[in-house]
């Protein structure tokens, strides 16, 4: 294993720094796992009550009322996982369906199930911000071109991911990026 900050110096060659020294490296061919963060989309500074998916996982107790910020496939499992716990849950999507790319026959399964359980789903909603209030959140929305809020005890932003390769050199060698990757 080898340890420190990597990044490329052309086609064929690594320079990894570490605390004391750097050594470069040759590759015929290279796989870059350097994994990725969430997406922390404007208006909503991650904190005590704002949180990714991890944050997500991680709460001290099982809020009364949940909203989450995006309907993809990680947001829609941890609201049905609140959901069954207990917590009155509101997914926000931007989009007019929750799992996009899902064929639609199970997605209208999905959205039945979210019926039974009392989870609200509203589709093309753009989320605006949210406000730690101290007690919860203040969430602002815009749907049907009208401004409204949720108050809850969290919100969860779960969007998407970006990768970790900010600081890799991979415009030096010719990879083109994307903000949700190669």
Avoid: C, W
């Amino acid at each position: 294993t080898i340890m420190g900050t990597a990044f490329l110096k052309d086609d064929h060659s690594l320079r990894v720094m570490q605390k004391d020294s750097a050594q470069t490296y040759t590759f015929k061919n290279l796989i870059i796992a350097t994994g990725s963060r969430p997406i922390e989309i404007k208006g909503f500074k991650f904190g005590k009550r704002i949180l990714d998916s991890t944050g997500g996982l991680n709460l001290p107790e099982v809020p009364k009322e949940f909203v989450v910020i995006g309907g993809g496939y990680i947001g829609s499992e941890l609201a049905s996982a609140y959901a069954n716990l207990g917590a009155h849950v509101t997914i926000l999507e931007g989009t007019s369906s929750i799992l996009p790319n899902f064929e639609k026959d199970m997605v209208q399964l999905v959205l039945n199930s979210f019926k039974k359980r009392g989870v609200t789903v509203i589709t093309n909603a753009m989320a605006k911000e949210a406000e730690d209030t101290g007690k919860g959140v203040k969430v602002t929305y815009t749907a049907d071109g009208k401004e409204q809020t949720i108050a809850a005890d969290y919100v969860m932003v779960t969007v998407g991911r970006r990768p970790n390769t900010d600081d890799l050199g991979l415009d030096i060698v010719g990879v083109e990026t994307t903000d949700r990757g190669l």
